[in-house]
């Protein structure tokens, strides 16, 4: 059984940083796959960003490429999310998510191959 805590988010003005983080308990995530999502109001629960914990390869939505950088630290069990340039609409809940398997193109956006989540952390980005 994995457990994370997301932490981090807040309110920022539009064009600011956040950095979320993703603690993870009850086993090492050697070999899962790591995901971000965020929901918004009234919208479905969508992908931002994922990294494979043992080879750290990274993926992203077109949303937040270039401006958020997910990373890990094996040491610490945390996955982070930098999020950079940020807008009104990249206001949601963000959540982390792990996959005990690797996964590949289409799958990480798919909520059902995540095993594991966080309760989520609100980002409020103003305008």
């Known amino acids: 059984q994995v457990q994370l805590v997301e932490s981090g988010g807040g309110l920022v003005q539009a064009g600011g940083s956040l950095t979320l983080s993703c603690a993870a308990s009850?086993?090492?995530?050697?070999?899962?796959?790591m995901g971000w999502f965020r929901q918004a109001p009234g919208k479905e629960r969508e992908f931002a960003a994922g990294?494979?914990?043992?080879?750290?390869?990274?993926l992203y939505a077109d949303s937040v490429k270039g401006r958020f950088t997910i990373s890990r630290d094996s040491a610490k069990n945390t996955a982070y999310l930098q999020m950079n340039s940020l807008k009104p609409e990249d206001s949601a809940v963000y959540y982390c998510?792990?996959?005990?398997?690797?996964?590949?193109?289409?799958?990480?956006?798919?909520?059902?191959?995540?095993?594991?989540w966080g309760q989520g952390t609100q980002v409020t980005v103003s305008s």
């Open positions: 998510a792990a996959a005990g398997s690797p996964l590949w193109g289409s799958s990480w956006n798919d909520l059902r191959e995540y095993d594991y």
């Open positions: 009850g086993r090492t995530l050697s070999g899962y796959s």
């Open positions: 990294i494979s914990w043992t080879v750290a390869r990274t």
